[in-house]
Nanobody
């Protein structure tokens, strides 16, 4: 079993910055893609950013140039640096990880979510 533990929740003013971390633990030999998603109240969960094991990244258009995803493979940890935060970034942020369980098969694990609130 794999557990994902997020940290870094907070309340910041518009224009401020916040850094989220997510550490994976458990029966892990390797992790493929790791990512951050968010869900605002009354909205569907949406992709924020993902990063592959080799460091390739992809971002939602709404966060490009403001957010940076990175990872430390030795620590099985993914980070999300969020700058120039806007009120519309307010949401519960979830990390996830695709973990190989056998050749050709991945399990996707999710963190419990961490609240980010941006005040105007």
């Amino acid at each position: 079993q794999v557990q994902l533990m997020e940290s870094g929740r907070g309340l910041v003013q518009a224009g401020g910055s916040l850094r989220l971390s997510c550490a994976a633990s458990g029966s892990i030999f390797s992790i493929n893609t790791m990512g951050w998603y968010r869900q605002a109240r009354g909205e569907q969960r949406e992709l924020v950013a993902v990063i592959t094991s080799t460091g390739s990244t992809n971002y939602a258009d709404s966060v490009k140039g403001r957010f940076t995803i990175s990872r430390d493979n030795a620590k099985n940890t993914v980070y999300l640096q969020m700058n120039s935060l806007r009120p519309e970034d307010t949401a519960v942020y979830y990390c996830n990880a695709d973990v190989p369980v056998r050749p050709g098969m991945l399990n996707t694990y999710w963190g419990q979510g961490t609240q980010v609130t941006v005040s105007s």
